[in-house]
Each structure stands twice: as C-alpha cells, then as structure tokens.
C-alpha cells in the first residue's frame, strides 16, 4: 500500500507563514506529479499548486508568488512553503500524487488525510 502524510498545518496570523510537508511512504517505485489542493469549509477542492517529476511548477492565480511548492524526489517528499497567509487560505490542504509500484505498471492517485491551516485576520 501507499501512504501520503501531511504536516505542518496550524494556526497563523494574516501575514504569516507555514511549510506543509508530505511524506510518501510504502510500495512505491515511481512518483510521477505531485500536488496541493485545498477545501475551504462549503466549498470544493481546488487546486493550490503542481510539480511534475522533473520540477515543473503550475499555481492557482490566488496563490502565484505567494507560494512555493516542491519537492525531494530521494526522499520521496514534497513541500508548500506558503507565505503572506491571508484569512482566504485557511483550508484543510491536502497532497496527491501519482505513484507506480513496479515498472510498467499504471500510476494510481493517492492522497493524503489532509492538514489544517487557519489565518486570522
């Protein structure tokens, strides 16, 4: 099985920064893309940021140059560093990736439980 793990959610002040991390672990031979969505209470999940394999990076508009994703592909690690938080982030954030277990065989999506992060104002 493949497991996804987030950390580094909490509560922040308007301005304020965090790092999320996500952690693959269990039968996996490749990672293809990685991301972080986002679920704000009533409403949908949203992308927040991707990163292919090879370090090509894609954002939301409401988060380009605020944010920063990447990733350790040895550790089988990824990252959103997000900065200059606003209220409009607070939102259970989650990691997805693209994970093959053996050569040849297809990628299935996997995501994480997700991790709070809350901004006041």
């Known amino acids: 099985q493949v497991q996804l793990v987030e950390s580094g959610g909490g509560l922040v002040q308007a301005g304020g920064s965090l790092r999320l991390s996500c952690a693959a672990s269990?039968?996996?031979?490749?990672?293809?893309?990685m991301g972080w969505y986002r679920q704000a209470q009533g409403k949908q999940r949203e992308l927040v940021a991707g990163?292919?394999?090879?370090?090509?990076?894609n954002y939301a508009d409401s988060v380009k140059g605020r944010f920063t994703i990447s990733r350790d592909n040895a550790k089988k690690m990824a990252y959103l560093q997000m900065n200059s938080l606003k209220p409009d982030d607070t939102a259970v954030y989650y990691c997805?990736?693209?994970?093959?277990?053996?050569?040849?065989?297809?990628?299935?999506?996997?995501w994480g439980q997700g991790t709070q992060v809350t901004v006041s104002s």
């Open positions: 997805n990736a693209e994970v093959t277990t053996g050569w040849g065989r297809r990628y299935n999506l996997y």
């Open positions: 990163i292919t394999e090879g370090g090509m990076t």
């Open positions: 269990g039968n996996i031979f490749s990672i293809n893309d």
